[in-house]
């Protein structure tokens, strides 16, 4: 079936550095692609989406980066805060699923003082 | 602001017992969705439901089932605990249909069961 993976379990990074989180997914019909900020003992945060008629969008500080030609999605930090320290999930949904998001397993990511 | 509100945020309960956990949306979503998340497996889904009295299994419903008696309300039922239902219940909701815009889903903060 289909998977949405996460290449790195763990990242870290120095605070103030750019960060990269990837993601993989292997179906083609996956047209909508959202990024969530899990924080320590909380549900998930949306972040940023994309459509796959789009190859870039940007937010506060992240920016949201999709390949479709590779299946690969990845989510940009800059500036990386003591903040930023969470799960990051990838989830990707398709317009004839009923709105069903399949997640990839996520990173963690740890900023360094 | 939108607000997915889990009634629970943590809970023991013994093996055998019945145990209800609760949701609420108030942004008046047709979907609504129970997660359970587990280190090293991610996010599974339980059940969801797309309209009052409406449910539809999800990747693992064994075990669970679930109430939606009103639009704003999804609540999670295990008939009788056990220890391998220990996790953490994420409960969520989303438009029926995605809009040009996109179509997020949003999630509560979790509740923490622990069966013993």
């Known amino acids: 079936g289909e998977s949405v993976g996460l290449h790195l379990p763990t990242l870290s990074v120095q605070e103030g550095d750019n960060s990269i989180i990837n993601c993989a997914y292997s179906?083609?019909?996956?047209?909508?692609f959202i990024w969530y900020k899990q924080e320590s003992g909380k549900g998930p945060q949306f972040i940023i989406d994309i459509r796959s008629n789009m190859d870039k969008r940007q937010g506060q500080r992240v920016t949201v980066l999709l390949n479709k030609t590779v299946k690969h999605l990845s989510l940009q930090i800059a500036a990386t805060q003591p903040g930023d320290s969470a799960v990051y999930f990838c989830?990707?949904?398709?317009?004839?699923?009923?709105?069903?998001?399949?997640f990839g397993g996520g990173t963690r990511l740890m900023v360094k003082p | 602001d939108v607000k997915v509100t889990q009634s629970s945020r943590y809970l023991v309960k013994r093996t055998g017992e019945k145990v209800f956990l609760e949701c609420v949306q108030d942004m008046d979503h047709e979907n609504m969705f129970w997660y359970r998340q587990d280190p090293g497996l991610g996010l599974r889904l339980i059940y969801f439901s797309y309209d009052v009295k409406m449910k539809e299994k999800g990747d693992i419903p064994e075990g669970y089932s679930v109430s939606r008696e009103k639009k704003e309300r999804f609540s999670l039922i295990l008939e009788s605990a056990s220890t391998n239902q220990t996790s953490m219940y994420l409960c969520?909701?989303?438009?029926?249909?995605?809009?040009?815009?996109?179509?997020?889903?949003?999630f509560g903060e979790g509740s923490w069961l622990t069966v013993v």
């Open positions: 989830a990707e949904t398709r317009n004839n699923a009923g709105n069903m998001l399949t």
């Open positions: 179906n083609s019909a996956s047209d909508y």
């Open positions: 969520a909701s989303s438009l029926l249909y995605r809009g040009l815009s996109g179509n997020t889903i949003y």
